[in-house]
């Protein structure tokens, strides 16, 4: 990528997808292990938060690197994902990276209560939201952005809803929603007016 050899090139932005995959594939393990709570809370949640360190090292790596572009053959037909990793997406990435790594450590213990939602499908929710949130940062067009943005609203709606037996955490999941959606036809307008202006 822009003239990278391999091994600088996998440390950067492949090495973020290498991430996103990891966390799909924790989540997607969750689902199977779904009321293994020991499992769950021992293996799946702190190896999640070994990815999210590996993230945050990627990222500072990739600031003080050249920017990287990647093109992935996902998405509608004739339509595939365009991805950007630079010195501002790389920032963000160290944040997420540093801030899940945190939230996933003290999940590992939390979620050994076992209620609400299983266990299993709180860590698929929970590791797609991450994966989603890191696709974001690096989208550089307006399909990718909205479709990690939906991916992120969803993914962060059913995790509120954990606790789905609880009225109040429904309504606040519903109005949370809302706000998301409300967010996703603001951006889409803003969109529309920066290309009309070219």
Known sequence: MNGFSPYASWIHLDGVLVVVVAWLLIGVVGVV?????????VVLFPVG????????A???????ATPEVAVLPLGLPQLPFHLRL????????ILIGGVSAG???????????????????????????????AMLVMADDAYVFMVMWE????????????????PEIRR????????????????????GVLQAGT
Do not use: K, Q, W
């Open 49 to 56: 938060a070994l990815f999210s360190v590996v993230l945050m």
């Open 103 to 133: 939230v996933s450590t003290f999940a590992a213990g939390y979620f050994r209560r076992g209620e609400g939602t299983p266990p299993g499908l709180i860590c698929l929710e929970y590791h797609v939201f991450l994966a989603s949130i």
């Open 58 to 64: 990627v990222g500072i790596n990739a600031a003080f």
């Open 172 to 191: 606040a999941a519903y109005l949370y929603m809302l706000v998301a959606h409300i967010g996703a036809l603001g951006i889409l307008l803003c969109f």
């Open 86 to 93: 630079d010195s501002l997406s790389a920032f963000f990435l």
């Open 151 to 166: 991916t992120m609203a969803f993914s962060s709606f059913f995790l509120v809803l954990a606790n789905h037996r609880m």
């Open 33 to 41: 292990a779904l009321r293994r709570l020991r499992f769950v809370a």
